[in-house]
């Protein structure tokens, strides 16, 4: 697809769509509940779509009206064997969330997806469920999709302290344990977002946050709610980018989730020297931002696992920076839809930019003047949102993306919502 290039200018104001954590999540809670959920702003994109077609296989009704989503919970007893393997297609959240929430299902269930799915790390879920009591296995004894789960009698509590900072891995342990005996002792390397923990409470059940430390008791009942999906900061971050870079933007994003757990974004922005301002309206707000002179910066430690799904735009954002911009302990971007390291590195590299990849990260020089390429998404929807962020700074030659289709993974509007903001 040949992207949209040589635009100076910005300006609009965007509604962007509902958050995809929270999105997978309102269905997981509300198939999981006793009665009704009500789901207003869902992100009907395809990997929040892969998580409503696994609960509708596992016999839950589903309805899809224009404004809501409607889940007709059936409590942690109710799911139903579905009669074929369970197609997540690319979503991590989907499989990783599943393999917890099935671990103790008295019946046998097989997870598939995609070609980026199979090659994405699952030991770092499997291993504490095993440790609960689970029977779970990967493919041909790896730890690689096809997932098997293997009906168990009961499950019990575990103490848990994580390798990785993961909330997809926090999250399937969460669900295990809320369906256990006893209690389940989670201690987080890193705070990770804490969608998970939030909808326990506002779903009716009980969790014990302290710190990193997470305390969940077994045998719990939930019962539906109503809910709307704030805008999804994730898909902001991409107008948040393009309003700094372009020469005299002006671009306002409303009702976006300001979850403190996912605004490292925010805290970047302001310490590069953006200009962005932000008005909080409870758990969401507004944010708006305007072309910027930037600086480079170091992104490290506590702050990566609160902009991890960032970085690939980040990293362009860098690129526009004069001097240095070090991202580091940022291991996990290897594992993601692709090698998001590589991917960033190659893809800018090729558009004129200065970055070496790391272990663990990225460094970036600028500012650099882009120019156009042969770019490809490597199926990865962030990659491909970026890429066309980045063709908005080249004024000679064309910029050609691979894969662009890889958006509707989570932002299936996103170049009908860039056009919206041309002038
Ligand atoms: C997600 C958690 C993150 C993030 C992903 C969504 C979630 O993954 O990258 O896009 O909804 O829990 P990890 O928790 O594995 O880092």
Known sequence: MKLQTG????????IVP?????????????ALANGETRIRHFLRADDCLSTIQAFRDLGVQIEETPDEIIVQGVGFDGLKQANKPLDVGNSGTTIRIMMGILASAPFATTLIGDASIQKRPMNRVMLPLQEMGAQISGNNGSEFAPIQIKPTKSLHGITYHMPVAS???KSAIIFAALQAEGETVIYEKEKTRDHTEEMITAFGGHI???GLAIRVSGNQALMGQSITVPGDISSAAFFIVAGLIAK?????LKNVGLNPTRTGIIDVVSAMGGDISVEENGLAGEITVRASQLKGTTISGELIPRLIDELPIIALLATQAEGETIIRDAEELKVKETNRIDAVATELTKMGADITPT???LIIRGKTKLHGANVTSYGDHRI????????????DGEVDLQKAEAVSISYPQFFEDLEGLFI
Not at 7 to 14: R, S
Not at 18 to 30: L, P
Not at 248 to 252: D, L, Q, W, Y
Request: net charge negative; proline share 0%.
């Open 18 to 30: 509902g958050d995809k954590s929270i999105s997978h999540r309102s269905i997981m809670f509300g």
């Open 208 to 210: 014990d946050v302290d």
């Open 359 to 361: 272990a663990d990260g």
């Open 384 to 395: 491909g949102m970026m890429l066309q962020i980045a063709a908005l700074l080249v004024e």
């Open 167 to 169: 909330a997809q891995v």
């Open 248 to 252: 005299k933007s002006e671009i306002v």
């Open 7 to 14: 635009k100076k200018e910005l300006v609009g104001t965007l």
